[in-house]
């Protein structure tokens, strides 16, 4: 029997490159696509797929609560994080999202049939950093990777995670409520709500802050080309 | 007359996916790719392509540099960028850069077929995400 991969990536780009890497493989097929994280949990829910592969940096709902919302429906998909970085962040939170892969988006072509061939052998796989950091928290009986963590802030639900999102991606209180299928007044508290929990007063506040926690990724542009500069004239 | 296409990307999975899509189109050829700007303008001297895929934000030599060089290097070479940054702002950096194409990555399934047929043509494509698709003579 094939083993069944739904890819998610907001690339159809990527997603052609990921399909064509994994159908390379005897025995493997995509047996669906999305486009975002919610698409990512509507199908997967739909097609019941052996391996569930997300990018962190989705919109709507990006790849970790897209991973959270998966477990919590059934905790037996096994899912692979795409990532841009593997800062110590962003790995601890691919953790304790409960995903079993973690590869590098720069790496995928390397690392992904190595990772799905782990899953598929009821094993987990991630990058020599990842692996690291895991070992270094067990080391130290800690329950943290990093001895630099941030102080934490109070912590958001899964639903006001993800309206954090829509509102830092520059949807209006509106627009969240009509792709959530919520009344405006419902997002306007669970909006108050996070606000207050956070000690925010302004919707800036609130895009640092889905920056900071991964919630959106933001691509800076090239630095410009570094200019030689000679001693200077005393 | 085949059109012979050099992809330059770092990541080699987006480089899959964009050829994937030109391969699927009878006489384009992706005839080399390359990780980053310098490869790309190595490569571009070697193979002639006609059509160069570019991305912006690459290590070593970003796609930017590498396209004013190679304006210098390769006149004949047409470039089309293919980047992330939907941006107004980067798209007439990419053409006051000697690009004659510009088009956001999100889109590149919808848009690249179209765009590296215009400047295959010597004709200018540019495209931003939900904005005006512009393609000028």
Not at chain 1, 83 to 101: C, K, N, P, Y
Not at chain 2, 41 to 67: F, H, I, Q
Request: a negative charge; glycine letters at 6%; aromatic letters at 4%.
């Amino acid at each position: 029997m094939k083993l069944r991969i739904l890819l998610a990536d907001d690339h159809e780009i990527v997603r052609r490159g990921l399909r064509a890497l994994l159908e390379k493989h005897e025995g493997w097929e995509v047996c669906g696509e999305a486009s975002d994280g919610r698409e990512a949990v509507e199908k997967a829910l739909q097609l019941n797929p052996d391996v569930v592969i997300v990018d962190i940096g989705m919109p709507n709902l990006n790849g970790l609560d897209t991973t959270r919302q998966l477990l919590q429906h059934d905790p037996h998909f096994k899912v692979i994080v795409l990532t841009i970085t593997d800062s110590d962040q962003v790995i601890r939170e691919a953790l304790d999202a409960g995903a079993r892969g973690f590869v590098l988006k720069s790496d995928a072509a390397r690392d992904l049939v190595s990772a799905v061939e782990a899953l598929q052998n009821k094993r987990m796989f991630f990058t020599p950093r990842v692996n690291d950091l895991v070992l270094a928290g067990f080391l130290e009986k800690g329950q943290t990777f990093s001895r630099n963590e941030a102080p934490k802030l109070p912590t958001l639900t899964a639903r006001e995670r993800e309206i954090t999102q829509l509102l830092a991606e520059g949807n209006s209180s509106k627009e969240v409520a009509s792709l959530l299928n919520l009344s405006t007044k419902t997002v306007e508290t669970h909006r108050s709500n996070i606000m207050r929990k956070l000690s925010f007063h302004s919707i800036r506040d609130l895009v640092v802050y889905a920056i900071k926690n991964n919630l959106i990724q933001i691509e800076m542009p090239p630095l410009p080309p570094k200019t030689p500069t000679g001693p200077t004239a005393a | 007359m085949t059109i012979r296409i050099l992809l330059v990307d770092d990541h080699p999975i987006v480089r899959q996916g964009l050829k994937t899509l030109l391969e699927g189109h009878s006489g384009w050829e992706v005839i080399g790719e390359a990780a980053d700007g310098a490869e790309a303008v190595e490569k571009a001297k070697d193979l002639s392509p006609d059509v160069m895929v570019l991305d912006v934000t690459m290590p070593r030599m970003n796609g930017l540099e590498a396209c004013r060089l190679l304006r210098q290097e390769c006149p004949g070479l047409e470039i089309l960028f293919v980047t992330q940054h939907d941006s107004p702002q980067m798209m007439r950096e990419a053409l006051e850069a000697g690009a004659r194409g510009y088009v956001v990555k999100s889109n590149a399934a919808r848009d690249l077929l179209a765009a590296v047929d215009a400047v295959s043509q010597h004709r200018v494509f540019t495209a931003l995400n939900g904005r005006n698709v512009a393609e000028l003579r």
